[in-house]
Each structure stands twice: as structure tokens, then as C-alpha cells.
């Protein structure tokens, strides 16, 4: 079975870590990533930019707000990952998948890092 | 990381909320700032055990509050109880208080806090000072080392600044529109201030400097966490990563200036780099022309040529010329200059720059930049007389030195000629 990890933490708290505690705790999480790449059970993984780099598409109203989807009511039901040129262009991604799939939010997020990983087409369920 | 050094991060990451909401319940800066002290110790007692809370700046708050109203009150028995309106009242548990501080009335909070270090009487590297001790928390020993004076002269010129703003009115009640985005075009020039303090700095200094850049980016990041749709924000923000990202390839091993054409690009962060040009989209969404997103939109041209070739110098010069007209001043000129010489030529720079000769009479760079066109122009000796000019003026070592070298291939470029 795969499963998605969502990391949740206090973000201003993260964002005030200096680059040599970063580095520590990314040092600490490559030694677990490595293993779990060495089971073959490693897929993509990455590090959003903070907050303050994303808006939202809000989809019923075609709306788009500065920042994070903030609303609790929906959940989280899943996530692409889109090489867009730009955020225009991200928007305009967005529009069309809202017109595919009306209802609820897209958050568009600027990626900081993105892992690859190993192919894991035939752990699918 | 520890335990305490995350709890360290949680308290510091908190500290502009915390003390912008105990300095709106008390109305005093340092009874604001004792209650946040009290509330750390009791944090570093109790996070440890019970892990920390979820919202710690509402903890921070609720706690340090409660630690100064004790105080207030024991000290009332000394002296009259100050106005029963000058300090809320208490009876909401921990939880309510969560609620109730939501997110407009920290964004006020922080923003007042902030404005409060930029009064108009206090010159510009006291409202850094003070900035940087009450909505930062660095210590006078840092701040004393960042600025390069002794530890006592700074808790001085901090002691003395902090006894001007309590003459002042600080504003209280929550601003209006308006009033909201002065506060805010004056808190953001203070954390450029801030930034370029940072920035400035060369060789042994830069080491105490630099956090001054990291401290700037995460003050900016805050406010933008609160005000999420300013794109004057999103452009600052952009404009202080997309520069910063470049601190690795300024200074050569020998601590010498190396020029933006000359830098290893290689050396730039390409992670504060994509997230300046994110946010820098994100700001030009909104169509509201602003000094800062100008000078991000032209640090973002810098950042997108793999080569020093590869710059749009063309657009470069227009940004300039936006610039201008929102900000007439001759070192934007001189800066325009430089992309018009790469764009045109040296002599159309020349040209541009001739009339500011009497007002940058006295600014080393618009020597140094002169010299440059000149020996473009193989007019050698006005530009040995441009870059002495410019060593005279020097006020870096750094700076010297980078003018001397010009001299230096000047000279070797003539004796050449001679052979």
C-alpha cells in the first residue's frame, strides 16, 4: 500500500531555525531516507516554500486569495504535483482542473525541494 | 535538534506576538517586556515536561500576562492601582484566550510593536537597535557586536531610545486603512534598514552582521503571514531573498568585493532564489506598482541569467527608469547609468551621469562608476582621476581595494600600450 505523509508544524518556528540547525535536522532525516530508499519504499518527497509563497484558488466563486487554504471544514483529499512555467500558468492549471472537478479549494504551493525517488509503479495497491 | 533548542525556536518565533499583545494590554514597554521574560522562564520549566503547546504565542501571552498583573498588583500596594481600563481583565482560561487572539489582532499587534521603534525622532540606527532588542529579543551583547560598539554604549543608546518612545503617544487604538498602510510602508523601511546592516557588512564584520539579513527575511515573513494580500510585502520579501541568496559569492577568499559580473553563480542559493521569484509572480498579480517590487523585478533579472552575459540589461534600464519616477534620486540614476552603459555604451552613460556630478560630488561609487565609463572610453587619465577620487572616498577597506585594482589593471593596460 502507498501511503502520503503530511508534515504539519509550527511554521514560524521552522522558518526561524538557523541554516545549521536545518542542516542538522534534514542530516537526521537523510539518514532515514536513505533507508527507506535502500527498501526500494522511498517515492517522491519534497519541502514546500512557507506560506507566504502560496494563494489559493478558491474554485466555486474563481477567486484567487493570497496565501494558504486556511478554511478547516474541507479535508485534505489529494495532491498533483505540475511543472507550470509560471504562477499564471499555475492558476490557469487550476481553472481548468476546477472546471473538471468543481468544489473546495486548490492551494497552489511553490515546491523548495523535490526528491524523486525510486519508481514505485509496481508497489501501487 | 534538542528539545531545548526547539523550545528556544518556539519562544523566539512567538516573541514579536507575545510582546505586541502584553505591550497592548499593559501600555508599557518594559512591563510588556518583563511579562514576556516571566512567561519564558515559566516555559522553559514546563514546555519540557508537557511538551509545547499548540498555539505557544497564546501561552506565552496568557501566562506572561497573568505573571504581570501579580506584579502590577503587589507593586499597587506601593502606589495607586493604575486606571481599571488600562488593564483587561482576566477571568478568560487559556483556551478562550487562543480563540480570541485571532489573526487581526496579533497582525495589529506586531505592527504596532514594530512602529513603536520607528518614531520619527529616534535616528535611523536607533530604531534598528531597539527594533532588533524588543521585537527580536537579540541580546545588547549581540546587537552591541553587529554595530561595533561596547556592550554598554548600546544598552545606553537602547536605554535612551526606549525612554523617547515613552514620551511619545504610541498608538493604541487599532488603525484605520490608511493609518494601517503608513505604519506599514514605515516598519517595512525599517526592516530594509535592517536588512542592509546586514548586508553591508564585509570581511570580519559580516559574520556578526549577517543574522541581521536572516533576522530582516523572518520579520518580513511574519508581517506577511499577517497581511497576506500587500504585494509591496511580497516584494520586499522577494527583493531581501533574491540579494541575500547571493551572500556566498560577494566577498573572494581574501574578503574582497567581487562585483555581481565577476560572482560564481554557482555559489548563489537557488532555494532563496525560486522563492523571491515566487513571490515576486505572487506581488505582480495585483498590478500595484511599488518601489520594492521594482527593485525585486530587478534583482529577479540578475537571478534568471545563467551568465553575467545572459543579462536583459534593456529591461533592467527600464526598471530603473520606473524606479526613478517613483523614487527620483541620483543614486538611482547612477544606477541606471550602469544599465545604460551595458545597454548603449559607455558615452550615453557618461552623458546621464554629467549632471549629478555636483550632488554625488562626495559618494564614492558615483567616482568609481565614472571611472569605469571613462577607461571604457580608453580615456585613461580622467579615470586615474576618477578612481582617486573614489579611494579618497572609500570607506570600506574592501572598497578601496576594489578601486585600486582598476587602478592597478589601468596602469598594466597603458604600460602595455607602450610596448
Not at chain 2, 164 to 168: H, P, S, T, W
Not at chain 2, 181 to 199: P, S
Not at chain 2, 288 to 306: D, F, K, N, T
Given at each position: 500500500m502507498l501511503y502520503a505523509f503530511l508534515c504539519y508544524n509550527n511554521e514560524a518556528a521552522v522558518m526561524s531555525w538557523t541554516q545549521e540547525e536545518d542542516d542538522a535536522v534534514m542530516a537526521k532525516l537523510d539518514v532515514v531516507h536513505q533507508r527507506l530508499a535502500n527498501e526500494g519504499r522511498m517515492g517522491p518527497s519534497m519541502r514546500l516554500m512557507p506560506t507566504s509563497a502560496a494563494t489559493t484558488l478558491v474554485k466555486e466563486k474563481d477567486l484567487i486569495l493570497d496565501g494558504p487554504y486556511a478554511e478547516t471544514k474541507e479535508a485534505l483529499l489529494g495532491l498533483y504535483i505540475l511543472d507550470c512555467k509560471d504562477l499564471d500558468h499555475a492558476h490557469s492549471v487550476a481553472r481548468e482542473l476546477a472546471q473538471a472537478n468543481p468544489g473546495g479549494a486548490y492551494e497552489v504551493r511553490p515546491i523548495r525541494l523535490y526528491v524523486q525517488g525510486a519508481d514505485q509503479s509496481h508497489a501501487a495497491p | 535538534m534538542t528539545d531545548i533548542a526547539w523550545i528556544d525556536a518556539a519562544i523566539s518565533s512567538a516573541r514579536p506576538q507575545a510582546v505586541g499583545a502584553l505591550l497592548r494590554y499593559f501600555r508599557d514597554l518594559d512591563l510588556a517586556e518583563e511579562a514576556?521574560?516571566?512567561?519564558?522562564?515559566?516555559?522553559?520549566?514546563?514546555?519540557?515536561?508537557?511538551?509545547?503547546?499548540?498555539?505557544?504565542?497564546?501561552?506565552?501571552?496568557?501566562?506572561?500576562?497573568?505573571?504581570?498583573?501579580d506584579q502590577v498588583r503587589r507593586r499597587a500596594k506601593q502606589t495607586a492601582l493604575p486606571d481599571e481600563d488600562q488593564i483587561s481583565d482576566l477571568d478568560d482560561a487559556e483556551g478562550a484566550v487562543a480563540e480570541a487572539i485571532d489573526n487581526s489582532d496579533y497582525r495589529d499587534d506586531v505592527l504596532r510593536l514594530l512602529f513603536t521603534c520607528c518614531h520619527p525622532d529616534l535616528p535611523a540606527t536607533q530604531q534598528i537597535a531597539l527594533a532588533l532588542r524588543i521585537v527580536s529579543g537579540l541580546s545588547v551583547k549581540q546587537i552591541a557586536k553587529a554595530f561595533l560598539v561596547s556592550e554598554a554604549a548600546m544598552e545606553q543608546r537602547i536605554t535612551r531610545a526606549k525612554r523617547?518612545?515613552?514620551?511619545?503617544n504610541v498608538p493604541f487604538e487599532a488603525p484605520g486603512p490608511i493609518e494601517r498602510?503608513?505604519?506599514?510602508?514605515?516598519?517595512?523601511?525599517?526592516?530594509?534598514?535592517?536588512?542592509?546592516?546586514?548586508?553591508s557588512a564585509y570581511g570580519g564584520e559580516a559574520e556578526a552582521r549577517g543574522p541581521l539579513c536572516d533576522e530582516a527575511i523572518r520579520l518580513t515573513r511574519l508581517l506577511l503571514r499577517l497581511y497576506p494580500s500587500e504585494p509591496e510585502l511580497m516584494g520586499l520579501l522577494a527583493l531581501m531573498l533574491l540579494q541575500h541568496a547571493r551572500s556566498a559569492a560577494r566577498f573572494d577568499t581574501n574578503g574582497a568585493i567581487v562585483l555581481l559580473e565577476d560572482q560564481i553563480r554557482a555559489l548563489w542559493q537557488r532555494d532563496k532564489i525560486n522563492e523571491g521569484l515566487a513571490l515576486l509572480d505572487k506581488a505582480i498579480r495585483h498590478q500595484?506598482?511599488?518601489?520594492?517590487?521594482?527593485?525585486?523585478?530587478?534583482?529577479?533579472?540578475?537571478?534568471?541569467?545563467?551568465t553575467a552575459a545572459d543579462t536583459d540589461w534593456t529591461q533592467i534600464e527600464l526598471l530603473y527608469r520606473a524606479l526613478e519616477e517613483m523614487q527620483p534620486s541620483p543614486v538611482v540614476t547612477l544606477n541606471r547609468a550602469v544599465a545604460v552603459s551595458k545597454a548603449q555604451g559607455p558615452e550615453a552613460a557618461l552623458a546621464l551621469i554629467a549632471p549629478l556630478a555636483d550632488r554625488l560630488d562626495g559618494y564614492f561609487y558615483f567616482h568609481g562608476v565614472r571611472g569605469a565609463f571613462l577607461s571604457q572610453l580608453n580615456r585613461n587619465a580622467e579615470a586615474r582621476d576618477a578612481y582617486g577620487r573614489a579611494i579618497a572616498l572609500a570607506q570600506t577597506p574592501a572598497e578601496a581595494a576594489h578601486i585600486r585594482q582598476h587602478l592597478d589593471k589601468l596602469q598594466a593596460d597603458s604600460a602595455a600600450a607602450k610596448k
Open positions: - | 514576556f521574560q516571566e512567561a519564558c522562564l515559566r516555559a522553559l520549566r514546563n514546555w519540557p515536561k508537557n511538551g509545547p503547546p499548540r498555539d505557544p504565542a497564546a501561552w506565552l501571552i496568557f501566562v506572561g500576562r497573568n505573571a504581570a498583573l523617547k518612545i515613552g514620551e511619545g498602510a503608513e505604519r506599514l510602508a514605515a516598519v517595512m523601511a525599517m526592516i530594509y534598514l535592517v536588512f542592509n546592516e546586514g548586508y500595484q506598482r511599488g518601489a520594492y517590487q521594482v527593485q525585486a523585478a530587478i534583482a529577479a533579472l540578475h537571478a534568471r541569467a545563467a
